[in-house]
């Protein structure tokens, strides 16, 4: 995985500019997307059991895949009150994710992108997973899209 | 052909050796390699074992301090998600369900 600034600032500037021509993309929307976009690292939990010597991984490694991250985006979009709108706009947020994971390579398997149906994994090897340079570009972009999306709105004004 | 993951625990002249953690199965395997790593780097090995000995084909070394930085990078973005979240979204205790802010 690279990581969650990495996952949060892709969701953010993709949010930015699907906003410059949707006007669903508002700021209230883009933080959704952007919680969506770490719904897939609910894995992690399994980092908080390894401190205590518990060994989980087999148990919630499913959990990294579209069909658990679907399963567990309907259950937090029951928190709000929008909760068609918000389950959608999680949606967008995990598959930012799954998109940047896409990219990374491990040395056989991949992502379990058709779980339940198959097993099979899918990268594209282009990254290591503690690549941070994916990070800075996203951080540049970051502040480029802020800037200009910021200065649209001030103009617009 | 099987692919393990592990820990840089100790090196050798013709290897080092790699500790698998899997909880009370957890396991230490000799990698016959000559690559450069350091103690407490995390290697992902695609190769042939034998005996607790494994031959790689493929090898991706995390270097310690680059995988722990991996955190650091992740601990960063849960604070800015969590600001810029209650920004613009505020909890209803009533219905127990979450509301845009009106103001926001």
Known sequence: MPDWLAHVLFAYVLCKVLGIRFKMFNNENTVIVMVGSLIPDVVKVGSIFDLFGIDVWDYIYPSHTPACSLLVAGLVSLLFYESAVVFLLLVLGFTTHYMLDFLMGHVSGGMLLLFPFSWDGYQLGLIQCDDYMITLILMIMTVVVYAVTNDEINTQR | ?104
């Open chain 2, 1 to 104: 052909m099987v692919s393990i993951y592990g820990i840089v625990i100790n090196k050798s002249c013709d290897g080092f050796y790699i500790l698998i953690e899997h909880g009370p199965k957890s396991k230490i395997i000799k990698v016959l390699s000559n690559l450069d790593v350091d103690n407490g780097d995390r290697v992902e090995i695609l190769g042939v074992l034998q005996k607790d000995e494994i031959t790689p084909e493929k090898i991706i070394v995390y270097k310690k301090w680059s995988y722990y930085s991996i955190f650091i990078r992740s601990a960063i973005a849960i604070p800015i998600v969590v600001y810029v979240f209650f920004k613009y979204w505020t909890f209803d205790f009533k219905e127990m369900k979450f509301r845009r802010r009106k103001n926001a």
